[in-house]
Structure formats: C-alpha cells, structure tokens
C-alpha cells in the first residue's frame, strides 16, 4: 500500500493561543527598547515614542502580508538591501585555446597582406577527427 507523504509543513509551535514563540520574543524586544525610551527620554516624549515603536512592533510580530509573517519579510529585505548584488546573466567572456576570439580573428586577418592569396587550410582525417571530438564533449 502507497502512503503520501505530507512535503512543505512548516508550522511553527504555538506559546498561548495565536502567539508563537519567535512573535513572542519580537514583541518582547520591542517592548524593552520601549522600556529604555523611558529612562533615557522625558516621559511626555517617551509616551510619543513609545506609541509608534509599539504599534510597529506589534504590526511585525502579529502582521501578516500574502500569508508571509511581517518578521520574514523585513529579514529578507534588510538582507537584500544589506549584503552584494550577484548579477549572474553577466557571463565573464572566456577564451578556448582551440577557437580564439573574434576579435583576435579578424584582427589577423586585416593583417594580412592585400597582394597574397588567402589562406587556404587542408582538412585531413584527422583533423576532422579532433573536431568530431572537440564537438561531441
């Protein structure tokens, strides 16, 4: 008998009905860095500050955009923002010791003297041997 196999659970373990523990240590950070606005700054000011810091601390602990948690989002775009860029479709141009540039090409070519004949190759067997090989790797 075939059983399916569940794939992509990804559940987080739940404290206190809808709180899990990474929301919860969210929460409790912001609510530390508010504790500290009221030692440092006059309480009228702090009660300001702590209003904002608060609630947006709540939104990313509890929010939720597209069914990803804020907390997720604002990682990926510190990380995205924060460390380099790789641009992979720039391919870095390499070169063949069988097959040189174009450049390289016709740079030889304009070298050449306009009075003689050009270059004429002979193709043995077993030159077009190393090409048949050179083409199948």
Known sequence: MV????????EDVKLMGLIT??????????????FIFFLIFP??????????FLSSGFLVALGKVNGVPV????????RHF????????KKARTTSSYFPLQEKVS?????????????????TPETLKKLTNLLDQ
Do not use: D, M, R
């Open 107 to 123: 740079a030889k070519i304009a070298e050449t003297p306009k009075g003689s004949p050009p270059f004429k190759k002979n193709l």
């Open 43 to 52: 309480f009228w000011l702090a009660i300001i500050f702590a209003i904002i």
């Open 21 to 34: 523990f990474t929301q919860l240590w969210i929460l409790l950070f912001f609510i530390g860095i508010t």
């Open 71 to 78: 907390y997720k989002l604002v990682l990926a775009a510190i």
């Open 82 to 89: 924060w460390l380099p860029k790789y641009y992979l479709w």
């Open 3 to 10: 059983y399916q196999v569940p794939q992509f659970i990804e």
